[in-house]
């Protein structure tokens, strides 16, 4: 699936819920499902700078695509960070670089979250393009 498709799928994922109790639910579910991160990937450097909680973000590259993996100690924000690494991984380092990501503003993010979860998931996306983009200069 392309980043869109993904994106399209997480919108009609939570136009399934008619308010935002049941969508924040959703959210702290999906952070119950992220695979927990190894902690020899749980250093100081893969922690994200500009988030409230802490949150661990490791990448690496399989062949030509990037793949993320990440973690943290609040279950919400556990949430929030699954959902970028479902859209973001298994994509080319331009796919990720280029890749605008509506669906934040489409299910409400933006304006549900709170002003420091709102900066901690935009420090997510930031993180992972910066990721994206280093990759791409290594070619």
Not at 6 to 24: A, C, N, R, S, V
Not at 34 to 55: F, M
Not at 67 to 93: Q, R, Y
Request: with cysteine; aromatic share 10%.
């Amino acid at each position: 699936m392309t980043i869109n498709e993904i994106q399209d799928e997480i919108i009609e994922e939570f136009e399934l819920f008619d308010d935002w109790e049941g969508k924040y639910e959703y959210i702290i579910d999906l952070g119950k499902k992220l695979p927990k991160l190894a902690d020899e990937y749980k250093t100081e450097d893969n922690i994200i700078k500009g988030c409230q909680s802490v949150v661990w973000l490791h990448a690496y590259k399989k062949d030509d695509n990037l793949f993320f993996e990440a973690d943290s100690e609040a279950i919400i924000v556990k949430g929030l960070v699954s959902m970028l690494v479902k859209v973001m991984t298994n994509h080319t380092p331009e796919e990720i670089a280029n890749a605008d990501l509506y669906f934040i503003d489409k299910v409400g993010l933006s304006s549900h979250l709170a002003q420091t979860r709102s900066n901690g998931l935009a420090s997510m996306v930031k993180q992972m393009k910066a990721y994206a983009i280093a990759y791409q200069a290594r070619n």
